[in-house]
C-alpha cells in the first residue's frame, strides 16, 4: 500500500502553511493545506515528507477489528471473539460469557453488529461507574451519555452531563477509572485548579498510573474495531 493510500488532504481557510497529521481514529495522514492553494503542490510537500509520513503511519499500533479469533480486552478481562456463521439464522446474537463474546450471525462480517452491541455494554457500564462515583462525592450526574470522540475521553458540562468515549472499556481499568473521576470532580469544581485536582486524585483508585496512561497510550484505543 502506498502511502498516499492513507493521506486525506484538508482545504482549510485559517492555515498558513501545509502541516501533517497523524490520525489515530481513522488510522490516515491529514494535510491541512491553505485554501488558496494547489492539490499539486500540496502532493509534492507530501512527497517530500514522505519518510516523515510513513514513519508516523508505522508507529499506529496494530489494528483489532471486531473479527472471529481476535481478542480484545473489556474492563482489563480479555475477551474472545468467536463467530459462528449460520445462513440459516434470521438474527445475529450475542451471548457475552466470561472471556467470550460468542456471535451467532447469519452476516458474513457481524462487526459492526458487533461494534453496536459493545457500545451498548459501554453505555450501560460507564452510566453506572458513573453514578458511583458521583455518589462518593455526594454529587448527582443530570446525564450520561456516550461518544465515539477521537481525542477527548471526557468531558462535563455545567448543568451536569458527563459525556466519555465508549472505547475506554478496552482502556485498564485504572484509565477508566481516571476518566470517570477527572469528569466527577468537575460537578464541584468546573475549572482545573488545585482544589479540582485534589477533589480528583481522592476519587481515583491509582492516580497516577491511571492519569499517565490515558495521557500516552490513550490513542491506543483506537486501534480496536480498525481495519487497516
Ligand atoms: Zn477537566
Known sequence: MSYTDRLIIKKSKQARNYTLRLNHKERCIYLVMP??????????????HRHWIEEKLST????????HSEIIPLFDVPTLIHITYD??????????LDRKLDVLTNQESPSSRIERYLKKFAKEHLTTLTHEKAAELGKK???????????????????GNISLSWR??????????YV??????????????????????SLCED???GKQWIRDEGY?????GANV
Open 87 to 96: 445462513q440459516r439464522r434470521k438474527t445475529t446474537h450475542i451471548n457475552h
Open 168 to 177: 475506554l472499556i478496552f482502556a485498564p481499568i485504572e484509565a477508566i477509572d
Open 35 to 48: 485554501h488558496r492553494s494547489s492539490e499539486k503542490r500540496a502532493l509534492h510537500f507530501a512527497d517530500r
Open 220 to 224: 491506543s484505543l483506537m486501534r480496536y
Open 60 to 67: 499506529l499500533p496494530h489494528a483489532i477489528p471486531f473479527e
Open 180 to 201: 470517570i473521576s477527572h469528569e466527577v470532580a468537575h460537578l464541584k469544581h468546573m475549572d482545573h485548579s488545585r482544589n479540582f485536582w485534589e477533589v480528583c486524585e
Open 141 to 159: 450526574v443530570n446525564k450520561v451519555s456516550i461518544r465515539d470522540t477521537s481525542s477527548r475521553w471526557g468531558s462535563c458540562s455545567s448543568d
Open 207 to 209: 492516580y497516577t498510573f
